[in-house]
């Protein structure tokens, strides 16, 4: 029972087509980000929210979209596939805690293996 | 600029042996300090974390970090490893106040050989 799920796990594709990652949670959460993990470059977000109505670029948001349709889902779209999206895509969960000052434990989705051809 | 380090990004150790990984970060003003680990095959899972109060934290499996200011460092260690630690770790920074993002390591690669 997988609090934080993403579809599909796997997908290769071509050159310029129009990609859609899927992410959803039952954790109750707030908050959620997208990140994409390469090989000697860990994980760099790409784009969060922290409630359905906030959306924020992360670092590395352009050639990416995202729509949170729903407190518990948060969708990562290319719009425009290349061969330098293939990476692991990892959707993340947090709660908002004051009393951690900020200090919220992110809880990982299994990720998603995007390979653009 | 925001930034973390982990100069180790591969690790091989025989069992038994003491680890520390280090971690240093470039963030301005108050930082929360966070190692992840993921194990092969597995999701991303929270270690331990740092907030406030005690520099030295321990987390789960016997896993502990001590947060010393004055160097920016936040560096992993574990006394003994076993076989099972075998997995990627992965030092994470967020500010306490503001917008919260996370900024992530490059990750290490630890071995453990039985």
């Known amino acids: 029972d997988a609090d934080v799920t993403q579809t599909p796990r796997n997908r290769i594709t071509k050159t310029g087509k129009r990609i859609m990652l899927e992410c959803s949670q039952t954790?109750?959460?707030?908050?959620m980000y997208w990140y994409r993990q390469d090989p000697g470059l860990g994980l760099r977000l790409i784009y969060y929210?922290?409630?359905?109505?906030?959306?924020n670029k992360g670092e590395i948001s352009d050639g990416y979209s995202v729509s949170r349709q729903a407190q518990a889902k948060f969708s990562l779209s290319l719009e425009s596939a290349i061969p330098n999206q293939t990476a692991l895509y990892f959707c993340?969960?947090?709660?908002?805690?004051?009393?951690?000052?900020?200090?919220?434990?992110?809880?990982f989705g299994p990720g998603t293996r995007l390979t653009v051809l | 600029a925001q930034s973390v380090s982990q100069h180790n990004h591969h690790v091989i150790l025989s069992e038994a042996a003491s680890l520390e990984l280090g971690c240093n970060y470039s963030?301005?003003?108050?930082?929360?300090l966070f190692w992840y680990v993921q194990y092969p095959g597995q999701h991303l899972q929270l270690l331990l974390k740092?907030?406030?109060?005690?520099?030295l934290v321990k987390g789960i499996k016997g896993f502990e970090a001590e947060f010393i200011k004055s160097k920016f460092s936040f560096n992993l260690r574990k006394p003994s490893v076993q076989w099972s630690d075998t997995a990627e770790y992965f030092c994470?920074?967020?500010?306490?106040?503001?917008?919260?993002?996370?900024?992530f390591g490059t990750g290490t690669r630890l071995k453990v050989l039985a």
């Open positions: 993340a969960t947090s709660d908002s805690l004051p009393a951690s000052g900020g200090a919220d434990t992110q809880y």
């Open positions: 740092y907030f406030s109060g005690d520099p």
């Open positions: 963030y301005g003003g108050t930082v929360n």
């Open positions: 954790k109750g959460h707030d908050r």
């Open positions: 994470a920074v967020n500010g306490n106040s503001g917008t919260y993002k996370y900024i």
């Open positions: 929210s922290f409630d359905v109505k906030d959306i």
